[in-house]
């Protein structure tokens, strides 16, 4: 079964302090890992999609690179509209579903 | 492009009672996926419907159902609702051979 965990479960960063979060994964045949974005009652925001080891994908702050058994979002100098839970999910050969990880929520202080 | 909708926003319910979920593909997507998040989880994937048919389902009891409509458009049905059933139901559409979803701002169902 495809499983996925993210740490830190939470992470306060001041504004300006880059840092990173990561997502381990488990998964038969990997076919993509996607990173989320979600504010507080809303829907997931599509970040990006990774399919091989060493793709790496940048958007403004945000940087996500994969290896064979986890992935890292990459958050430089942070600003507090950065805030949000982050969300790591995966999809197998075998499957269309998409396995979510429980998040880690970001916090930037001013 | 019109992205993803879905309705109603909130919904509360008491035990026991049926509930019906809907919701509106982004246009040109044919995929639609529905998931359930538990406060402070990850979503849950439920099933997901292809050309109206339903092709895979996750963990969950039969009294959870879906339709899909020739426009993509889809319902999520849940009887005898359960204090447990209470969550915020994600709809995701997108390509089937395109692995990105692409999430409407969900359901927030309470059961009482």
């Known amino acids: 079964e495809d499983q996925v965990t993210q740490s830190p479960e939470a992470l306060r960063l001041q504004e300006g302090e880059s840092s990173s979060l990561n997502c381990s994964y488990t998964v038969s045949g990997l076919r993509g890992l996607f990173w989320y974005r979600q504010d507080p009652g809303k829907g997931p925001e599509f970040l990006f999609t990774l399919y091989s080891a060493g793709e790496e994908k940048e958007k403004e702050r945000l940087k996500a690179t994969l290896t064979k058994k986890e992935s890292f979002l990459h958050i430089t100098a942070p600003k507090p509209e950065d805030s949000a839970t982050y969300l790591c999910?995966?999809?197998?050969?075998?499957?269309?579903?998409?396995?979510f990880g429980d998040g880690t929520t970001l916090t930037v202080k001013p | 492009e019109t992205g993803v909708t879905q309705s109603p926003t909130h919904l509360i319910k008491t035990r026991g009672q049926q509930v019906t979920l809907r919701c509106s593909s982004q246009?040109?997507?044919?995929?639609v996926s529905w998931y359930q998040q538990a406060l402070g989880q990850g979503p849950q994937f439920i099933f997901q419907y292809y050309r109206e048919e339903e092709n895979g389902r996750g963990n969950f009891p039969p009294r959870f159902s879906g339709l899909q409509f020739p426009n993509y458009s889809s319902e999520l049905n849940v009887n005898a609702l359960e204090l447990d059933d209470s969550a915020l139901y994600l709809c995701a559409s997108s390509f089937p051979e395109n692995y990105e979803q692409y999430f409407g701002p969900g359901t927030r169902l309470t059961v009482t």
């Open positions: 246009s040109g997507h044919n995929t």
């Open positions: 999910a995966v999809q197998s050969v075998n499957a269309g579903k998409s396995t």
